[in-house]
């Protein structure tokens, strides 16, 4: 049975940084795409950072401007997103994603909610991410 850990969120000033990781079980994480999204308090689910299986390519936000890093490892079905800079506006529930898409599908297209339906989905359930001095 599959199962996704989530863990990293919580209170962070602005400015300072946080790195949310993201455990997969009974999965073999070589074949998934694996994402980022969040979803602040009466916005939409936004993909921050997204990246595809092998071949890997990576797609970034362009709000983010520099300011995440996606990594994945697949020796350990972990995924991980550095945030550095935090500010105010990034406060909000912060979800991991592992996907297995068809041929083609590209990183970006999965950020942007474009991808194809996948085969698998795997979810985490959130973790709050607050940015507040």
């Known amino acids: 049975q599959s199962q996704v850990a989530e863990s990293g969120g919580g209170l962070v000033q602005p400015g300072g940084s946080l790195r949310l990781s993201c455990s997969f079980s009974?999965?073999?994480?070589?074949?998934?795409?694996i994402g980022w999204f969040r979803q602040a308090p009466g916005k939409e689910r936004e993909g921050l950072a997204c990246?595809?299986?092998?071949?890997?390519?990576?797609y970034y936000a362009e709000s983010l401007k520099d300011r995440f890093t996606i990594s994945r490892d697949n020796t350990k079905k972990t995924t991980y997103l550095q945030m550095n800079s935090l500010m105010v506006e990034d406060t909000a529930v912060y979800y991991c994603?592992?996907?297995?898409?068809?041929?083609?599908?590209?990183?970006?297209?999965?950020?942007?909610?474009?991808?194809?339906?996948?085969?698998?989905?795997?979810w985490g359930r959130g973790t709050q991410v607050t940015v507040s001095s």
């Open positions: 009974g999965i073999n994480l070589d074949y998934y795409f």
């Open positions: 994603q592992a996907a297995e898409f068809p041929v083609r599908t590209s990183a970006q297209q999965m950020c942007g909610g474009e991808a194809p339906p996948p085969y698998f989905d795997y």
């Open positions: 990246i595809s299986s092998s071949p890997e390519s990576t």
